[in-house]
């Protein structure tokens, strides 16, 4: 018996900068008792750009386990911010749908994180719940917590040791990167919650929350390509931590006050830059219509990596 292992890498930037040192193991169960949601299921959530601003490396179900981002990639799933669990951890959900096999699930699970107990050489102390990184105290793993089937949190862990030394576990294969060119952030003219998650990532990798805050209200109706995860205020619009980055990283072609306000003059600052740099033809008028072109201009150039700061 030996799990099936499935790569489905997503380009999806949805990680933490740097190198995971890959210290332990983060297990997780879904919450998701729906039928169907399962393993893939959920690694396809993770390529489409999980709208929940949360991933994990491995989902795993009865029939198999698939992999979404390399073990190297420091993931959001622990609840800690960048505190270890993020980090330096490998996170697994374990999917708890009811159309499928829990036991059968369970021993997937444990063979599967045996593998990585071999490549990574973990002790018992390395297998770690959610729960123990959670900064709310989240019960998760659920059903091992609550000991589902008789199968408890220490015995799942015996389990994995079992396994691993069980002497018949083959190192799994190195996964590939996904090689679509396209695969960060979709070109649509729309300034979303993806598009603030890559900008983030570039010029606020502390706080990456796909949120852009503060924003004075005057700017929503005059730009409809600014979609998902703006915060509009009529009062208390005190800019963007994301917005002021950019401001200054658009130096003199920005002619505006540094107020983190996506403004008309934020806009065009953006158009010149994005003209000077081949990703935008258009007139520097300050709007963001739907489908804009200047959006579609910066998310080409993100994909392209020539947005750096
Ligand atoms: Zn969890």
């Not at 990680?15 to 690694?43: E, F, I, R, S």
């Not at 390529?47 to 993931?75: M, T």
């Not at 199968?151 to 679509?180: N, Q, R, T």
């Not at 890559?198 to 949120?211: K, M, R, S, T, V």
Request: proline share 4%; net charge negative.
């Amino acid at each position: 018996m030996s799990v099936k292992v499935v790569d489905q890498i997503t380009s999806k930037r949805r990680y933490y900068p740097g190198t995971n040192p890959c210290l332990g193991a983060t297990v997780h169960m879904t919450g998701n008792t729906n039928k169907g949601a399962d393993a893939q299921a959920h690694a396809n959530l993770q390529s489409r750009g999980n709208v929940r601003v949360a991933s994990w490396h491995v989902s795993i179900d009865d029939k198999a386990a698939f992999q979404s981002y390399l073990d190297s990639r420091k993931c959001w799933h622990a609840g800690d911010g960048t505190g270890p669990g993020n980090t330096t951890t490998i996170a697994y959900e374990l999917c708890v749908n009811s159309d499928g096999d829990y036991v059968k699930m369970v021993h997937n699970a444990a063979e599967r994180i045996a593998m990585d107990v071999v490549e990574y050489g973990w002790t018992r102390d390395d297998i770690y719940q959610h729960n123990e990184f959670s900064s709310w105290g989240k019960d998760c793993p659920r059903e091992l917590r609550g000991s589902k089937t008789d199968i408890s949190w220490s015995d799942f862990v015996d389990l994995i040791f079992m396994y691993a030394g069980a002497g018949d576990v083959k190192p799994k294969p190195e996964p590939k990167p996904d090689s679509k060119a396209d695969g960060r952030t979709d070109v649509d003219g729309y300034w979303g919650t993806d598009t603030t998650i890559e900008l983030q990532y570039i010029f606020n990798p502390d706080a990456i929350d796909g949120e852009v805050w503060r924003q004075n209200s005057v700017w929503r109706s005059m730009n409809p390509a600014l979609t998902w995860g703006w915060k509009w205020e009529s009062t208390n619009t005190g800019g963007s931590p994301l917005i002021y980055k950019m401001q200054d990283w658009l130096g003199s072609d920005y002619r505006g006050e540094r107020d983190g306000d996506i403004g008309p003059e934020f806009i065009k600052g953006l158009q010149r830059r994005l003209k000077q740099l081949g990703y935008y033809t258009g007139r520097i008028d300050g709007r963001l219509d739907k489908e804009s072109l200047t959006i579609q201009g910066l998310q080409r150039a993100i994909n392209d990596d020539k947005i750096t700061n």
